[in-house]
């Protein structure tokens, strides 16, 4: 099995529908988060968690929440899903003592219509 | 706040001829830097870091970068490619107050695409 599964793996849905992408890791890692790649411009980050209490805004979150619902799993939800949200998700993982080396899941590709 | 510029998007190359990915970075702290590779319908996967001691790192299948303070960069090279180089790197900074909190966040740059030809 992978060290960090996402779940789905593509979604196609429609606007104004709740999406959840779920994640899940068998590190053992505390730090978790959800980075959405979009063509050219590369990996942003939407949000990120140091631990099951610990919730940070990243450089784009708007339009996004997050619930850390166990050390192993970090779950990024779109409450109401828009055309511009059609992107490449990725969820990472790293250790506190592991100087910023993340490990990916395989991403998952949502598609709003 | 750290920004990371790779200044080629797409680079072709044939195959067995040398490559070089370009990777610059700001930054007003000292740095960790990475290369990441993402070969096609996969996830992100570390290729090399620098963390600190030699400048000059590694990794497995032939690639090295060299970490330039004075020139701020992080360039990445294979002196021969194979067809299976190929796929998009992203050079990505974070500074070294990891362990202190949000500062250490990792910054990725847009990324280059690598094209092995036969």
């Known amino acids: 099995d992978a060290d960090v599964t996402q779940t789905p793996r593509n979604r196609i849905t429609k606007t104004g529908k709740r999406i959840m992408l779920e994640c899940s890791q068998t590190?053992?890692?505390?730090?978790m988060y959800w980075y959405r790649q979009d063509p050219g411009l590369g990996l942003r980050l939407i949000y990120y968690?140091?631990?099951?209490?610990?919730?940070n805004k990243g450089e784009i979150s708007d339009g996004y929440s997050v619930s850390r619902q166990a050390q192993a799993k970090f779950s990024l939800s779109l409450e109401s899903a828009i055309p511009n949200q059609t992107a490449l998700y990725f969820c990472?993982?790293?250790?506190?003592?592991?100087?910023?080396?993340?490990?990916f899941g395989a991403g998952s590709r949502l598609t709003v219509l | 706040a750290q920004s990371v510029t790779q200044l080629d998007s797409q680079v072709p190359v044939f195959e067995e001829a040398p490559v070089e990915l370009r990777c610059n970075y700001s930054?007003?702290?000292?740095?960790?830097l990475f290369w990441y590779v993402q070969y096609p319908n996969q996830g992100l996967q570390l290729l090399l870091k620098?963390?600190?001691?030699?400048?000059l790192v590694k990794s497995i299948n032939g690639f090295e970068a060299e970490f330039n303070k004075s020139q701020t960069s992080f360039h990445l090279r294979k002196p021969s490619v194979h067809i299976s180089d190929t796929a998009e790197y992203f050079c990505?900074?974070?500074?070294?107050?990891?362990?202190?909190?949000?500062?250490?966040?990792?910054?990725f740059g847009k990324g280059t695409k690598l094209s092995v030809k036969p």
């Open positions: 620098y963390l600190s001691g030699s400048t």
């Open positions: 590190k053992g890692h505390d730090r």
């Open positions: 990472a993982t790293a250790s506190y003592s592991g100087a910023n080396v993340l490990t």
């Open positions: 990505a900074v974070s500074d070294r107050l990891f362990y202190g909190g949000s500062q250490g966040n990792l910054i």
């Open positions: 968690s140091f631990d099951v209490k610990d919730i």
């Open positions: 930054s007003s702290v000292s740095v960790y």
